[in-house]
């Protein structure tokens, strides 16, 4: 269930505020940011902590302006195992 995941990685601005909205949480209290990591409390039965993990989305655009590399999306999705490894 969505709510059992430890980790969530957003593609985008649209990927963080569905995120936000299936998990009941206020948009206002959590701004989008490429590599940003937000607490979204604890799951699981010990208790783990969850967060969610902002990339930019990987369209060409993105990826043909730069606005994204490769070497920055590997970064987020390193940083969103350690956090699931915790």
């Known amino acids: 269930s969505m709510k059992s995941a430890r980790v969530y990685v957003a593609l985008g601005l649209v ?3 569905a995120i936000l909205k299936a998990l009941g949480r ?3 209290e959590f701004k989008f ?3 940003a990591v937000h607490p ?3 799951t699981g039965p ?3 902590a ?3 993990v902002d990339s930019y989305h990987c369209s060409r655009y993105n990826t043909q302006t730069r606005r994204l590399t490769a070497e920055m999306f590997k970064a987020v999705l390193a940083r969103a195992c350690d956090l699931a490894e915790r």
């Open 15 to 17: 990927a963080h505020e």
């Open 26 to 28: 206020k948009r206002t």
């Open 33 to 35: 940011g490429h590599a």
């Open 40 to 42: 979204m409390g604890k």
């Open 46 to 48: 010990q208790g783990e």
């Open 50 to 52: 969850r967060h969610l």
